[in-house]
């Protein structure tokens, strides 16, 4: 404890303190100002959706930290890079505070404000069931209901965006196999399963639990099994609250789940995050590794190498041919719709973005060239709204702030544009 406190000092030296209603942030200024706005609008809409959802409000402001790379967030967090990578733990909640990595530190960033809600909802899980949950409810849970806090999602009468295209395919071979994660071996973290398949299956698994709750007790079933664990083991709880043994609550969780019709979603899989070990890493090679097919990887090698030297059409047609060897790869089907859009044809490639996200929704460079070609469409609406959902996942990319400079002006949203300028000029700063 004494070496993670000094490290923890050492760490926060280059922090700076901001404040909301109900939330204390701390991060570098300097290197993740620009997610400060942005993390607090979040935090502040977390506190009311999950209030209204759990009846929880926290009576003290909750002290949240952003660490800028790996090695601050290891020495603040005690995650390794192991558990970054392999396991996808880019936030946690612990010592009485959230935390989270920038993801300015990772390739492509991460769904890094939905994870300030994720960790938030910890916290409030913690308060309501006195630190008596299992972590199958915590985690199931803080996936479950990590996205309320986006007005779109809260509006939805059923909340499927809990299943990303990857879980649900993970679920559906679970059932097929009958081969869980079960919710005895999530304890007591989901960081110490083998693969991030495992993690993500457990993911799956536990969501869909609280769905299996939702749908079966309404909220009123969630909020009276957390008081209830206050004073009860968790199969005294369930029987409690739901009449029946744990053993049957499980069988009957799993009989819900077979009822859903679940499809698997061909080409999803499982994304291993990269942690950027230098800022100006080829992100095309990181890509490239992302391309299962050899043969889809070596054409699409060649169509960039083509690119680079400024041979579009040539280009074209190799994305092509790779995507002839990998039909469903989300990094082709990206690169060939960018290479519509700089030749004037928008609308061509539309639908291969929009195939790309329904097989990878966590995209930001589909969000980014879906915005490219509804700009060129002058369709602004569309346009801002994609462009600020890849805010949400890598906000610090600058071609976002030149896209959304150019949109907010052409929608008369005078204050945004000028906000968008602001921050582009800060990217180019900080460089």
Known sequence: ?????????????????????????????????????????????????????????????VRVEIAPD?????????LSLRDIEETGAVGICKFNKLMIISPRALSFGYRWVDSLSHEYLHYAIVGLSNNQAPIWLHEGMARFYETRWRKAAAAKAAHEDYLTPANQTLLVQ?????????????????????????VQLAYA????????????????????????????????AIEKVYGMSFDAFETKWKGFLKTKGLKPIEGSRVRRLKVRKDQKEDDDVVELREI??????????????????????????????????????????????????DQ???????PL???????????????????????????FKEARG????????????????????????????AEKARQAKATLEKLAGSN
């Open 174 to 198: 679970a059932l097929e196999k009958n081969q869980f994660v079960g919710f005895k071996k999530m304890e007591p973290s989901l960081i110490h399963l083998d693969t991030p398949e495992q």
């Open 1 to 61: 404890m004494k070496l993670l406190t000094q490290l923890t000092l050492d760490v926060h030296k280059s922090f700076k303190r901001f404040e909301s209603a109900h939330f204390i942030l701390f991060a570098d200024e300097r290197r993740d100002g620009i997610l400060v706005p942005h993390a607090l609008d979040a935090l502040e809409k977390s506190y009311e959706a999950i209030g209204a959802e759990l009846g929880y409000y926290s009576k003290e402001k």
């Open 344 to 350: 004037n044809r928008a609308d061509e490639a539309l």
């Open 205 to 236: 698994e536990a969501a869909s639990a609280v769905d299996f709750i939702n749908q079966s007790k309404g909220r009123s079933g969630i909020r009276d099994l957390l008081s209830t664990l206050k004073d009860n083991a968790t199969p005294e």
């Open 70 to 78: 790996a090695t601050s967030f290891n020495a603040i967090s005690t």
């Open 353 to 379: 973005l929009k195939k790309a996200l329904d097989i990878e929704p966590d995209g930001v460079n589909t969000y980014i060239q879906l915005g490219r070609a509804y700009h060129a469409a002058k369709n």
């Open 386 to 413: 994609v462009l600020e959902e890849a805010q949400q996942i890598n906000p610090f990319h600058p071609l976002i702030y030149r896209l959304l400079g150019d949109i907010y002006n052409a929608l008369g949203e």
């Open 292 to 341: 299962q097919s050899v043969i889809a990887r070596n054409r699409t090698h060649l169509a960039d190498q083509l690119l680079s030297k400024s041979r579009p059409v040539a280009a074209l047609n190799e994305y092509r041919r790779a995507l002839q060897a990998s039909p469903q790869s989300p990094v082709i089907l990206n690169k060939l719709g960018r290479v519509m859009v």
